[in-house]
């Protein structure tokens, strides 16, 4: 009862859960600076033009045979990761969207109900009925508390697009 009605009315509470959930699951203390990545688009752009380097030697006869179908294979599992990091990026952004959608939606409304009096006008059974949900929607959702800190699960069955 106490927790809804924090989510719902809290605003020092409803802030930093915003913060998690835009950090995409990541606690904002502990992010360290890292090295910033290429993105994936770039990678691919970079790739293709390796590729297309290969050919101009493999045609110019300045590579063998075995060279360019080595140098071929490596770029093709490259390019195969590339295009994995990207579906995966995109996945995870939409995922973000809706978690963080979702959530705004279950505060807007609990902040609309006065939780307590719903409680208290409610018998025994509807009580009940409402404990067990909120307990089974609870181990259903996509966030869980995890190493103190909120953490949205992510799904990694995305396949690559091969061309």
Known sequence: MLGLTLV???ERLQVPIRKQLASNGRPATMTTPRRREVSPAVMLTELADDRRKLLELYYGDRISADGFQEEERRLCGAIERARARATDEQHDERAKSDLELRFEQVAAILMSLDIEDVWKTADDSEKRVSSKNWLSESRSSPI???SKSWVAHRSTSCS????
């Open 8 to 10: 719902g009315r809290d």
């Open 144 to 146: 869980t508390w995890k």
């Open 160 to 163: 690559p697009r091969l061309d």
